[in-house]
C-alpha cells in the first residue's frame, strides 16, 4: 500500500520516513519470505494508521521522526507472528533512528572541552526549541535543562515526558520501548561518551540524562546494566 493511501488524518499526524520503513521492511526479509514479507508489511501499515486514531496530534512539532518513527517499530511488533529478541534487532532500530552520531563519532569527542561545551549548546538549543513547542503541543516532549558544569565537563538534561514512553504505556507495550530509549546510549558511545541515566520516563518520572566523556572520573563511577525491562540504567558501583 502506498503511503497517500493509508487512511490517516494528515491535518494530525505525520507519516514516518523512508528511513524506518527501509528498516521494518529490511526486518521482514529478515524472517520471512518475499510473499509473507509483503503481506505483513501491509498489516504493519493498517496498524500503524490504527494506532493514530487515538494519538494526540503532533505531526506540528519539529522532530516528528522522533515521535512516528517509533509508533511504526511498534506496529511491526505487535503484527509480526514471530517476536525476535528485542537484543537482535537493537542494531537495526539504531541505525534507523541514530546512525548519523556513527559519523559525528568520527569528528567529534567529549573528552574534548571544546566538543563538550558544543554538545552542551546543542541541547541547549534542544531545550528552548522544547519549550516553545509544549505550548501548542502539550502531548509533545517536555524538556528540563541544567546548567552546565563547565569545571567538570558534565552536561545534564531531562524528559519528563516522553510522547514515546506514553504511547507505550497507553498500548502496553513497555517491553518494546528499550529498542527506542537504549538507542541514547548507543550514540553516546560514538562520541567517546558516557550517558549515565538511572531513570526514563517509561520506569520512573523522568528520564535524566547526564554525559560526559568516556574517560571522565565520574563515568567510572556508574556500570550501565539491563534491568528487567531491558532498559539500559546506571547504577553506582
Known sequence: MKEKDLPIDRSKHAIYTKKAKQCVQKLLHRYYDEKTASELWEKIQLQYAEFLKDEPALCGVKMTVSIYDPILIFAWYVTVPDKPPLEDVQQDVYDCFMSGFDV?????????????????????????????????????????????????????????????????????????????CNCDHLAMRKLHAALIREGTCGTSECCDYCIVGDRNPLAANYENVKDEQGLIVSRKN
Open 104 to 180: 559525528l563519532g568520527k569528528v567529534f569527542d567529549l573528552n574534548r572541552r571544546l566538543d563538550n561545551r558544543l554538545a552542551n549548546k546543542a541541547f541547549k538549543r534542544a531545550n528552548d526549541l522544547r519549550e516553545k513547542e509544549i505550548k501548542a503541543f502539550p502531548a509533545s516532549f517536555r524538556m528540563g535543562y541544567y546548567a552546565y558544569d563547565r569545571a567538570n565537563g558534565v552536561v545534564r538534561y531531562s524528559f519528563t515526558q516522553c510522547p514515546n514512553a506514553e504511547f507505550a504505556k497507553r498500548h502496553h507495550l513497555e517491553d518494546v520501548l528499550p529498542l527506542m
